[in-house]
């Protein structure tokens, strides 16, 4: 799918991450979590799907939040949990 086109990126809003330092479910349950991603539509911070406990895509799954982008130090790409793409 052409990055320009994906219908998702209209849900795409100026947020802020509601934690700075991990997964805001893997900190309540006392999980863990191996890299993060940001809800580009409220600013939530949920782990990716390499991570136990999946809290990014089951947010996005919940809330119908469905583009991320990656919360990593020195990335800035973008992913469309109902395209399954890059955006």
């Not at 991450?17 to 479910?25: I, K, L, M, Q, V």
């Not at 809800?39 to 895509?57: F, I, K, Q, T």
Request: glycine fraction near 8%.
């Amino acid at each position: 799918m052409n990055a320009g086109v994906d219908p998702h990126l209209s849900l795409i809003r100026p947020v802020v991450p509601n934690t700075s330092h991990g997964c805001a479910e893997c900190l309540r349950v006392g999980s863990v979590w191996v890299h993060l991603r940001l809800c580009l539509s409220c600013g939530n911070v949920g782990c990716c799907d390499s991570s136990p406990m999946r809290h990014a895509r089951a947010h996005a799954a919940a809330e119908g939040h469905p583009v991320v982008r990656s919360h990593e130090p020195g990335e800035d790409w973008r992913w469309c949990y109902v395209d399954e793409t890059y955006v």
